[in-house]
């Protein structure tokens, strides 16, 4: 994990090295994006290892990793919204003497999924810091946290993985190669993509290439077997969106074989370039794709949009 952060996360591997090695640590941290997980274990464990930083091999690291240090107390308001109640134990709870003898710690991810009762709550906390007490906190959208706690927290980014990191995590857990590239452009951590490759996402695979096989050799079956293969099993709006973002990435394959460029469907290669479709259409039948991912969004019927498209492409 050490060596992940440095690589990965330099900004944040560096500020807190510095911080810890001064000891000059704030009393809470606030840590923005989709990709917290490793960041934040390896916080905790630094304000509890006795090594400047996170050794990742003590007794008490370990605890940490496997949600088995006494002394901390997690909520994650994606689960369940933070509410005044969940402050009001956190303060309660360390009140009493310490479990493990060391530092306490209160973990709050998805911070911004709080009630504003809730939040004034913590924001008291925030105000009078009680020594060997640690606040550390995630937050995917920083601009619903309110302005006055966002000033008493360390603010640091957190970058997405690289596709690079991605694939090759995916490929070392045995998920085929083309799997692992499309889950690299449709996710932005590797949770996130192991969380997506399930039945659905293996359908939609499948799916994705009989759409392109109708649209440009069948075209008279195209709506039928969506609306029979597709639209019969999924209809619900994210599904619908997943498909469309994997379908975008097929077609712009079609237009990588025309220009000998490395694909991510790289099973269905012989297909690509049997496909005879001038660069202009396809690019205008990408944009109609990405349109309707767009109009999606909005409350339009899905099936009627999906209609929509099949007809304008």
Known sequence: ?????????????????????????????????????????????????????????????RKVLENKYGDIL???????SIKKGDIELIQNTFKKSSLEGKVKIYIIENIEYSTKEAMNTLLKMLEEPEEGIYALFTAQNINRVLPTILSRCQIIDIKPDSKEIIVKQLKNENIPDDVANILSFLTVDINEARELYDERFEFMQVQVINFIEDLYFKRNNLIINTQTNLLKKYKERNDIKLFLNMLVLAMKDVFHVKHQQKILYSKNIDLFKTIDVSVENLIKQIELVLETIYVIESNANVALLMDSLMYRL
């Open 1 to 61: 994990m050490r060596e992940y952060l440095k690589k990965n996360q330099p900004i944040f591997y560096n500020l807190i090295n510095n911080e810890f090695s001064q000891e000059k640590i704030p009393h809470a941290f606030l840590l923005v994006g989709n990709n917290t997980e490793k960041p934040l274990n390896f916080l905790a464990m630094s304000l509890i290892c006795d090594e400047t930083l996170a050794c990742m091999k003590c007794n008490d690291c």
């Open 74 to 80: 997690k909520f994650n308001g994606k689960d369940i």
